[in-house]
């Protein structure tokens, strides 16, 4: 210990020089532990993007991709289109892909799990929907949106990926697939003044209300989930809007959807929800990439600054060292001395960095973050065009859109892991820094010193 | 200190070595050189800094080295702190072939055998008086608490007031400092005290009292060697030794402090 504070006073005998010295190291420290982090952070987010929509693959009927591309398969408020009759809302319903698609597709080696998608707006307007804000602020009244999910599905996803909060009540269970039972979102509960075993009319076909659900989504909290069965016999359709196919990882997305246009043929777009991420893998990857850089470039500046530090403390310390080896000193003590006073230094560098750390990281991370939801533009809600709103039920990029939004590139914060950095780097190079030049040092014969000095 | 029987080894052995150079009068000696050179090179030239010396130096004696500027005075202060290696000869201190001496020997040597005071004092700027005397103490080992009562014991010692024994060798007076650098050369306990130039930086007044203090040294038992210009110091030494052009001229007894008062040329002298 007396070795130690004798050394921060060696290093702090020119307390300007020194202090400069290590405000840079420290700064430099700093970056390196940020940087690091962000890029291990930005590794994990990339892997949980890649786990999250990198393994899902979307099959839809051809023809129906490209009406999409023309505007249907939503909702429009005050506009018209090709099937609309009159003004109000109008439906464009896709062609449903056949149960028969839906069990080829169940059947493909490579595949999971499957979720099979069928959403429809109630147009009849039997139940009473919520009132939705359009992004130009104008107030909707959209109509409920009905959607199917397998009854044996423990965990699925709405339109736009929302995962729904149940509040209250149960959820389906596998007796309830051909059961007229229904799970309602809370507002449009509230909005028709029904409650867990209250009953409703849905095209003619009288329902039990067995649950009420929350999302983080004004559009699909303005819904209602019907097992799909009931729901292609209450709507008359036989078959699904899309169908969400999940491989086993994401090495394995590009052969299972391969597999699957073999066994579905041309007339079904299979779309990997990577090709659909292109855009964000791309940004998260240029961002990592630049990370790296910077990482690069904050280590060789602590190495620059870390090996000036040591040559000063060396070259301005020959005459104190010739007088310690006068004195009897070995050169391992001699060396010893020297480390003390680089780990002192660094340590201090280390101190001033973990501060700078916790002052700045907010700051470098929002620098280099990346919202991957923000760089889609296909997913659920609305959009104001023209003097009409629309209400977007489903995009191709949908169900995963909102598990990207809580996914961010960067975080640079103090933990275990960046003091850590801190101290590893940065006794690390001022150890290795300071290997020659003080194995030089310590074997420096006195007498030649002390004829130059004399 | 070595024993008789080492003693009585370390002359068999240089008799050996150089049976036709006797050197002055036998005793017991604790600085026994023979045959001692140190030559280098410089700019492809063989320069003699010290050539062919030979010298016995009896314990408790205060013996200066005197001689113009680059005559090798410094070099052989050197060469008998083991500072510096001879290129050829022998050299025997406390019983210690310091020629020989590799290594952690020839740390243990620094450490036990000698202490050195320098023109320059070559203190250690950022530590206290107490620290710098403790630093030899430290460097051999000895506990914090026994090396500060043995530093304190030193500094009051050496006349350096209490009140001082914190400040830092900016803050003290070259003679302070220089108290400073003899407290410190004491730390170990060393048989020889090696000084060069202790007065050279020092206005009179203040060189006197630091040859007073080495003087007093050698009266208590250490063999003290100085290489010096300084006559003051000359005058109160036991024996002078002149050096001219890396050898030994003369070596003279000093009538005021020694019995004989003779002079000795030595066997490089008289060739």
């Known amino acids: ?454 | 200190m070595s024993s008789p029987q080492e003693e009585q080894e370390a002359r068999a052995e240089l008799q050996e070595v150089a049976p036709a150079q006797p050197v002055e009068k036998v005793e017991k000696a604790i600085i026994i050189a023979e045959g001692l050179s140190k030559h280098f090179i410089q700019a492809g030239e063989e320069i003699k800094a010290v050539d062919r010396v030979n010298l016995r130096i009896a314990p408790r004696q205060l013996i200066t080295i005197s001689g113009a500027s680059g005559c090798g005075k410094t070099t052989l202060m050197y060469l008998l702190g083991s500072l510096e290696k001879p290129t050829s000869g022998k050299l025997l201190i406390d019983g210690v072939d310091v020629a020989a001496l590799r290594g952690r020997a020839e740390d243990d040597f620094r450490r036990q055998k000698v202490g050195f005071v320098f023109q320059s004092f070559n203190l250690i700027p950022n530590l206290s008086a107490l620290e710098n005397v403790m630093l030899p103490m430290e460097i051999a080992g000895t506990r914090h608490k026994d090396r500060e009562e043995r530093a304190r014991q030193l500094l009051s010692q050496v006349g350096l007031e209490e009140k001082r024994h914190f400040h830092r060798p900016g803050k003290l007076s070259g003679g302070q400092q220089q108290r400073v650098a003899i407290a410190r050369a004491l730390a170990n306990n060393p048989s020889v005290i090696l000084a060069d130039e202790p007065t050279g930086n020092l206005d009179s007044k203040t060189g006197r009292r630091i040859v007073d203090l080495l003087v007093q040294l050698a009266h208590q038992g250490r063999t003290v060697v100085v290489v010096t210009h300084d006559r003051t110091i000359a005058r109160l030494a036991d024996k002078r030794m002149e050096l001219e052009d890396g050898r030994i001229i003369s070596i003279k007894n000093n009538s005021n402090v020694a019995q004989s008062g003779t002079t000795t040329k030595t066997a490089a002298t008289r060739k």
């Not at chain 1, 930005?42 to 890649?50: F, G, I, K, N, Y």
């Not at chain 1, 107030?139 to 149940?166: C, E, H, K, R």
């Not at chain 1, 940004?283 to 904050?298: E, G, N, R």
């Not at chain 1, 602590?302 to 310390?317: D, G, K």
């Open chain 1, 1 to 454: 210990m007396k070795l130690f504070v004798r050394s921060i006073k060696n290093v702090l005998r020119s307390p300007f020089r020194m202090v400069l010295v290590m405000v840079i190291l420290g700064a430099s420290l700093m970056f390196v532990a940020a940087t690091v982090s962000l890029n291990a952070n930005s590794q994990a987010e990339l892997d949980a993007v890649h786990q999250q929509v990198g393994t899902t693959i979307t099959i839809n009927y051809a023809t129906n991709a490209a009406n999409n591309a023309q505007g249907s398969g939503q909702i429009a408020d005050g506009g018209s289109g090709p099937g609309n009759s009159g003004s109000g809302p109008v439906f464009f319903a896709p062609t449903p892909i056949p149960n028969s698609a839906v069990s080829k597709v169940k059947n493909v080696p490579g595949v999971v799990s499957t979720q099979e998608n069928l959403s429809r707006p109630d147009q009849d307007g039997t139940l009473k929907g919520t009132t939705i804000t359009a992004p130009n602020g104008q107030q909707v009244n959209a109509p409920v949106l009905v959607s199917g999910i397998s009854s044996d599905a423990t965990n699925f996803t709405l339109a736009g990926g929302q995962i729904p909060t149940l509040v209250t009540g149960r959820s389906f269970q596998a007796i309830d697939a051909n059961a007229d039972v229904a799970l309602m979102g809370q507002a449009v509960a509230q909005a028709n003044g029904l409650s867990v075993g209250s009953t409703f009319t849905l095209k003619g076909t009288t329902f039990t209300l067995i649950g009420l659900y929350t999302t983080s989504d004004q559009i699909t909290d303005n819904s209602i989930v019907i097992p799909i069965a009931t729901m292609e016999k209450v709507f008359g359709i036989n078959g699904v809007d899309s169908i969400t196919a999940t491989a086993a990882s994401y090495e394995q997305v590009d052969a299972v959807a391969d597999r699957l246009r073999k066994a579905l043929g041309s007339a079904y777009n299979v779309i990997t929800q990577a090709s659909q991420y292109s855009k964000v893998f791309n940004a998260l990857q240029v961002a990592q990439t630049t990370i790296q850089v910077a990482m690069v470039i904050s280590l060789l500046i602590a190495a620059v600054v870390t090996i000036y530090a040591v040559v000063m403390l060396v070259r301005e310390r020959i005459a104190e060292i010739a007088i310690l080896r006068t004195l009897g000193a070995s050169h391992w003590q001699v060396l010893r001395q020297f480390w003390t006073e680089i780990v002192a230094l660094s340590a201090m560098a280390a101190a001033i960095a973990v501060i700078l750390l916790v002052t700045l990281g907010p700051f470098i991370s929002q620098k280099f973050d990346i919202d991957p939801s923000s760089l889609l533009n296909n997913g659920p809600g609305l959009n104001s065009s023209g003097g009409g709103v629309e209400v977007r039920i489903a995009g191709p990029g949908s169900a995963s859109a909102n598990a990207l939004s809580n996914i961010h590139l960067a975080s640079a914060t103090l933990n275990a892991q960046t003091l850590l950095i801190i101290l590893g780097v940065g006794l690390g190079l001022a150890l290795l820094a300071s290997l020659i030049p003080t194995w030089f040092v310590s074997h420096t014969k006195p007498a030649r010193v002390l004829r130059q000095a004399a």
